[in-house]
Structure formats: structure tokens, C-alpha cells
């Protein structure tokens, strides 16, 4: 595992959505479809899949990809994930990121965000992806 320190040299945040790995690409809703002119893409459920959260195009913008979440999926709750002893939340899934929290969505008992896909996780899943999940604030 990397030290604390290093790790608390990036961002605290997750999410840039790079839609068929054309370049950075930011997770906003355009109903309309086209280009909102901030070299955003129109967003589906199709696009928004499933990955692991050590994919290195998706780390920053939690809480704009929680705000575009809620509008795909027609509502539910913008929550913060933060660890109660620590800066960081510390390992989850397959990774080891240095966010100091993530905002992730919460609907009908299921958690969304641009790692789960458009089918989300229980709550229990979810949890279980945390290896230091016994330290986290769970808002849920």
C-alpha cells in the first residue's frame, strides 16, 4: 500500500467520464443532445457502465458526477462517503485512491457512481468494497 503521504498528494475526488476514450470527458447531462461547448458528451445509461475504480480516466468530479447521476437516473439522494479517523477514505475495489471523501447516489436502497454503472450496488455491496469500511462515516 502506498504511504499516507503520498497518497494525500492527488485529489480527493472521482469521476471524468471519457466516453469510448475520445479524450477527457466530463459527466453532464445534455438532454437536448450535442455539445454543451465545454467538450462535454451527451450521457446515456449505454455510455455509463461499469469499471474498476483504479481506472485512471475517472478520477475527479464526484460530486458533478453525482449531480449528472441524479439526473439519469430521475432522482435519489447526493450523499458524502468520508472515513472518521483518517484523511482518506483508503482502499476501495481494486484500488487505493487518495480521495478525502466520495459523493456517491443513493436510490431505492442501491448506490450509483461512475464505477458502478447504471445498475448501481446494494448497500451492503457497496460496503464491502471498502476495505477500511469499518472507519467510514456511512451516511446510509
Given at each position: 500500500?502506498?504511504?499516507?503521504?503520498?497518497?494525500?498528494g492527488f485529489a480527493s475526488t472521482v469521476?471524468?467520464?471519457?466516453?469510448?476514450?475520445?479524450?477527457?470527458?466530463?459527466?453532464?447531462?445534455?438532454?437536448?443532445?450535442?455539445?454543451?461547448?465545454?467538450?462535454?458528451?451527451?450521457?446515456?445509461?449505454?455510455?455509463?457502465?461499469?469499471?474498476?475504480?483504479?481506472?485512471?480516466?475517472?478520477?475527479?468530479?464526484?460530486?458533478?458526477?453525482?449531480?449528472?447521476?441524479?439526473?439519469?437516473?430521475?432522482?435519489?439522494?447526493?450523499?458524502?462517503?468520508?472515513?472518521?479517523?483518517?484523511?482518506?477514505?483508503?482502499?476501495?475495489?481494486?484500488?487505493?485512491?487518495?480521495?478525502?471523501?466520495?459523493?456517491?447516489?443513493?436510490?431505492?436502497?442501491?448506490?450509483?457512481?461512475?464505477?458502478?454503472?447504471?445498475?448501481?450496488?446494494?448497500?451492503?455491496?457497496?460496503?464491502?468494497?471498502?476495505?477500511?469500511?469499518?472507519?467510514?462515516?456511512?451516511?446510509?
Open positions: 500500500l502506498p504511504s499516507v503521504g503520498s497518497a494525500l469521476c471524468n467520464f471519457r466516453p469510448n476514450g475520445t479524450g477527457p470527458k466530463s459527466l453532464t447531462m445534455n438532454m437536448s443532445g450535442g455539445s454543451e461547448g465545454r467538450g462535454s458528451s451527451r450521457v446515456t445509461p449505454r455510455n455509463w457502465r461499469q469499471r474498476p475504480y483504479s481506472d485512471p480516466n475517472y478520477q475527479f468530479g464526484c460530486e458533478e458526477c453525482a449531480d449528472d447521476i441524479l439526473k439519469i437516473l430521475g432522482g435519489g439522494q447526493k450523499v458524502k462517503i468520508e472515513n472518521i479517523f483518517y484523511r482518506i477514505i483508503g482502499p476501495i475495489g481494486d484500488a487505493f485512491p487518495s480521495w478525502f471523501s466520495h459523493t456517491v447516489v443513493l436510490k431505492n436502497g442501491r448506490v450509483y457512481d461512475a464505477f458502478t454503472g447504471s445498475q448501481g450496488k446494494s448497500i451492503s455491496e457497496y460496503k464491502k468494497l471498502f476495505q477500511w469500511g469499518d472507519m467510514i462515516d456511512w451516511p446510509f
